[in-house]
């Protein structure tokens, strides 16, 4: 049920002045240090992802074909991790296990509403062409005519 006009109101009132009294407690709330540590793992798996390349490129050259294979499979894990990071996803749930989601921010600012994918539009039983000529007469009418 989504949220009447006046409550949305009252709680950006209330959030505006969460913000006012006590902003880092707002910030907290708002996901900022979930973005910072996504952040952090980025830069870690880019690091990581760096080293895997050194290692692959010394394989390589020193003809070590076990080392080679090592240092891709270690850029390949740190690529994921760290795409995983800047999107902002959760890891996968494990058999058994509850999923985790997260949330950033309030999304009072945003209006209360959530974004979710539009309702596809029931279709019509009439064949296509009927919707067509239907359209098409509504749109000679609304033009006087033409």
Do not use: C
């Not at 880019?46 to 080392?67: E, H, K, N, T, Y």
């Not at 058999?95 to 539009?118: A, I, L, M, Q, S």
């Amino acid at each position: 049920m989504p949220l009447s006009e006046e409550e949305l109101r009252l709680l950006e009132q209330m959030e505006r002045a969460l913000v006012e009294e006590d902003p880092k407690f707002a910030s907290t709330l708002r996901g900022t240090s979930f973005k910072r540590a996504a952040r952090r793992r980025a830069i870690l798996a880019g690091v990581v992802f760096v080293l895997g390349i050194a290692v692959l490129m010394s394989g390589a050259i020193f003809r070590l074909i076990p080392v080679g294979v090592i240092g891709f499979v270690v850029m390949l894990i740190s690529a994921t991790y760290g795409l995983t990071a800047l999107r902002g996803r959760a890891t996968p749930a494990k058999e058994g296990e509850v999923k985790e989601t997260r949330h950033h921010g309030f999304g009072v600012v945003d209006g209360g509403r959530t974004h979710r994918p539009k309702a596809r539009r029931e279709r019509s039983s009439a064949p296509f062409m009927e919707r067509m000529e239907e359209r098409w007469r509504r749109r000679r009418d609304d033009n006087g005519g033409f």
